[in-house]
């Protein structure tokens, strides 16, 4: 196990512990101080645990991504961005947290640690509340911008509590870490089953619905004339498909990934250049491997140098390491597509991965350049204009 990988576990599970120590134990301190009033209990459950989800996401989303959560992590190996060993490491150390949550609290408030829910949260009502809560939370985070999700997570869970029946779970690991209370925040191990299944399911149509959301310009399959980007030696390009020096000059393509701020400063540069490029989202319907060797090879890099070293699922199989061929990767990347580095993008005078953002000015004309002026990205560097 590498450092990363350590790093990433120690996360989510730190993350999970405090989030369902926010949780039960502001449901206790309410319940305590409440006076028997429940929504007063329940305003204060909410603030405390939306407090807590902003914080926790800031400080842990930079190590693991901050999912806190099996569905969110089924729904990111669903989209080839965890490896099946991470995914079952998450989970079991996101399960570990929630537990260690629940008796942390307990120990807190001199309670006994040990001991189960008796409140019953049963009902096609509360089903349909945690599918629509789940659902709801997946499309914040697969649709938000990345630089506010903690803030989008902690907003939408805040106003969740109170808009569904089941106050919002949302979270097959904080079902096991409140089974474990028999406090406020509570839920009776009979009902756990149905909160799971509703969940997972929700989980699986907030995805559904991310995809479906994607506009006609962001194409879940490459056009046939991006891909094949060059050619062997002595091969005729077929009337059909324009070579680089053809085609328009704004005629660009981004292979972009929009929970990544360097891809989404580099496709706001080109379209503040007057480029509408064609957006082909590769985490959602990834290149096969023919396509990502025409890619590479366009590129002029090596097959490794076009890879996220930086991801987990790269050092746990030291992918690094010489057994690796060049075929043997692009199997690879094309299985997991996380793997490949990004945003690489295509125009007629070059194909570049474009790290840091402004290396596509290289691929601009000057009078794109121009156009394009000085750009200030997310995070407030400046792009100074060009000369």
Known sequence: MTGQVRASLLAEFLGTLGLLTAVIGSGVMAQQLSQGNNAVALLANTLATVCALYVLI??????????FN?????????RGLLSWRMLVAYVVVQLLGAVGGAWLVHAMFDLPVLQLSSRLRDGPDQWLAEGVATAGLLLVILRGPTNQ???????????????????????????????????????NPSSAPGFVVAQLVGAVIGLALHRALQTQTHLKTPPLTTIPLTTPPHTTLPPSTPSLDQQPMNKV?????????????????????GIAPTVVLYLDTPLD???LRALISAMNVRVREAMRTKESLYSEQDMG??????EALLLQIAKHPILLNR?????????????????????????QQRQLGAFTKEDGQLVPPTQ
């Open 321 to 326: 390491g010489a057994q690796w061929t060049d």
């Open 289 to 291: 491997v023919a396509q």
């Open 58 to 67: 800031a400080v842990f989303a930079p190590i693991s991504g901050a999912h």
């Open 343 to 367: 945003p690489v993008v295509q125009s007629p005078l070059g194909v570049k991965l474009c790290r840091p953002s402004e290396a596509v000015l290289a691929l601009l004309t000057p009078q």
């Open 70 to 78: 099996p569905a969110v992590s089924l729904v990111m190996w669903l």
């Open 253 to 273: 393509t981004i292979y972009h990934n929009p929970s990544c701020g360097t891809s989404r400063n580099t496709l706001a540069m080109l379209e503040r250049a």
């Open 149 to 187: 999700i903690a803030v989008l997570v902690a907003a939408y869970i805040g106003a969740a509590y109170w808009f569904t029946a089941s106050t919002s779970f949302a979270n097959p690991a904080a079902v096991m870490g409140r089974m474990l209370s028999d406090s406020f925040a509570g839920i």
